[in-house]
């Protein structure tokens, strides 16, 4: 595992914030990123998508924030109690850190002061409207807080069995205390170390994250979407009526009225397989009608198909025609290449009903394959 996976990681199971990689690098608040894992890749920041950050303290913050991964284990000397020479002269004060196992984590941060950002709320409300409009990822996630230490020592090894040695000045002082203090202080190793980082100052090594999230209201798994059209206009005019059945390659009129009050239409409609193409009915459809969407967040026109997929199965196409009192088989009309079938349009004063096309492609048409979900999106930061 990579270094930056084992330090994250570790950091993230032991204190439950997000640490910086590179311990030393700058993290602010208001930088946009995406996680990697625990990794956060800084990739922009709040004020480049027009959303002024404002910044508070955060009392939520501890003054010091330390931890050892299992396995590691540290032994203070005191200058008094060996009075042995060391590198640093008689009197020096010596901390030995033990790692007993591989990628093993050691962290002490001191002098810790918090900053966030100061309406949660608010910087919701705005994130959200950004996911409306296609200008934010759902992938994006935001530093909400940020941990900056006065001083901070940092390990990691990568083998087992490893010892760091830290060693203070001659005047004796506690090698932690000095650690706090970010006063200099002496390193020897033994081991393969990945990460060395002690007393360093000024550092960003903890932060927060908020993102919006997305939770499963419903998905369209199987059933099959609702038709979004309703019908506006029930007839049209006989003249423009008969332009567009004339148009058809496989509607023509079937002569005489069945009656004064009725027109028929003659159709072929070809096979394929266990399927039937209705492909010229779905095409004359909308336009011998007005047709309008039941949403507002659909849009029609009068003009061209409904976007639907024109081959459907032969058995429900047969159970549909069976069931539309305006719709019915030709005799011996299954066999061959086509489906022969007539239909009925009522007609009076000039103008002829549409309605049959229409409630006949509603139950007919499916709509082309899609994955469409819906999600309720909220703010919040990832705990």
Not at 135 to 158: C, F, G, M, P
């Amino acid at each position: 595992m990579a270094a930056a996976d084992v330090y994250t990681d570790e950091v993230r199971n032991q204190i439950q914030r997000y640490a910086t990689w590179l311990p030393t690098d700058n993290i602010k608040v208001g930088t946009v990123g995406q996680l990697h894992g625990n990794v956060f890749v800084p990739l922009s920041h709040l004020k480049n998508f027009g959303i002024p950050t404002q910044v508070t303290k955060d009392p939520n913050t501890n003054a010091t924030y330390k931890f050892m991964s299992a396995g590691v284990k540290e032994v203070a000397i005191a200058a008094s109690a060996s009075g042995i020479p060391t590198s640093a002269g008689i009197g020096a004060a010596k901390l030995t850190i033990g790692f007993s196992k591989a990628h093993s984590v050691y962290l002490a941060l001191y002098g810790c002061t918090g900053y966030a950002i100061e309406n949660l709320v608010a910087l919701g409300h705005k994130l959200l409207e950004l996911v409306e409009k296609n200008e934010w990822q759902l992938d994006y996630v935001v530093v909400t807080r940020i941990i900056k230490a006065e001083s901070a020592t940092i390990l990691q090894t990568e083998a087992k069995n490893t010892e760091i040695n830290l060693e203070g000045d001659a005047s004796g002082t506690p090698v932690v205390d000095l650690l706090k203090a970010g006063a200099s202080v002496k390193v020897k190793s033994q081991g393969s170390v990945g990460l060395e980082i002690v007393a360093a100052s000024k550092l960003t090594p903890l932060f927060s994250l908020a993102k919006v999230k997305y939770t499963w209201v419903g998905k369209v798994l199987g059933d099959k979407p609702k038709f979004v059209y309703s019908l506006s206009q029930k007839s049209v005019g006989l003249g423009p009526f008969r332009s567009q059945v004339e148009a058809a390659p496989n509607i023509a009129f079937a002569g005489a009225s069945k009656t004064k009050n009725d027109l028929i239409l003659s159709v072929r409609l070809p096979k394929s397989g266990n399927y039937v193409d209705i492909a010229d009915i779905l095409d004359l459809t909308p336009k011998t009608t007005e047709a309008e969407p039941k949403s507002t967040q659909v849009q029609v026109t009068s003009q061209g198909t409904f976007g639907f997929t024109s081959r459907v199965p032969r058995k429900r196409f047969l159970q549909v025609v069976k069931e539309h009192p305006n719709f019915y088989l030709v005799e011996d009309s299954t066999k061959g290449q086509f489906i022969n079938l007539n239909v009925t349009l009522p007609k009076a004063r000039g103008n002829v009903s549409v309605e049959p096309l229409f409630t006949f492609a509603e139950k007919m048409a499916e709509p082309n394959a899609s994955a469409k979900m819906k999600a309720e999106l909220s703010f919040g930061e990832i705990l």
